[in-house]
């Protein structure tokens, strides 16, 4: 079976290829399926005005990690370990694409979510599993994430920009910050479909996610 983290469990190693063993190469497909080796990526990145700090989860790295040398952080040296960030891929599934309109609809939908995810958060490759209607890989396409865009404009199917997608994170970002003004308070968002408009709603009552030290520390 390869779907979901099936997938994922198939496709890395905790090691690199070298320092693997024969067994533990291919005895993956008996391996117990989890969502939890992965990354934790904490990035930070400006959308128009607003600077933003994101935490996303990555799904492994394109060879060996990069060294980390743990004693450079602890003596606050100017120079920092290497990046990984480049280092990262991004592994996805999708249904194998067996006629126009299931790539029309890869395209519009998955392929849109696939490189809004990894544009974010600067992961540079997305490797996509396609899987057949028995849950068996069919094929494997590899995606430079910041190629997408420029490549669904060359089919020519017009269905999503880019550009479009990054000016309007951007004003969204901007609506927000003026509408959430109490800080500790719980909003929501409500996107209306057909009236195309965005409701912010403050939840009286509700418990944030924010701890009681934080709060005091921030009011400091």
Known sequence: MFAGYKFEELSTLTKTWDESTRQEIESRKKNVVDNFQQYCSIVRTQLGSSTIIMGG???????????????????????????????????????????????????QHKLLKFWAQSFLLGVPKIIVGFR??????ASLQTLETMQIPAQVRERG???WDG???????????????????????????????????????????????????YVTWKSK
């Open 157 to 159: 199917t017009q269905m």
């Open 163 to 213: 550009n479009v997608c990054i000016n309007f994170a951007a004003k969204f970002l901007e609506f927000l910050r003026e509408a959430v003004v109490e800080e500790g308070t719980v909003y929501s968002i409500k996107f209306v479909t057909g009236g195309r408009k965005i409701d912010v709603l403050k939840q009286d009552g509700a418990k944030s996610f924010l701890t009681e030290e």
């Open 57 to 107: 989860e990555v799904d492994c790295l394109w060879g060996p990690p990069p060294p980390l040398d743990v004693q450079l952080i602890v003596d606050y040296k100017p120079d920092p370990p290497e990046n990984p960030v480049p280092h990262y891929v991004e592994l996805k599934t999708s249904k194998e694409l067996t006629s126009p309109r299931s790539i029309a609809s890869f395209e």
């Open 132 to 137: 057949t209607d028995r849950n068996t890989l």
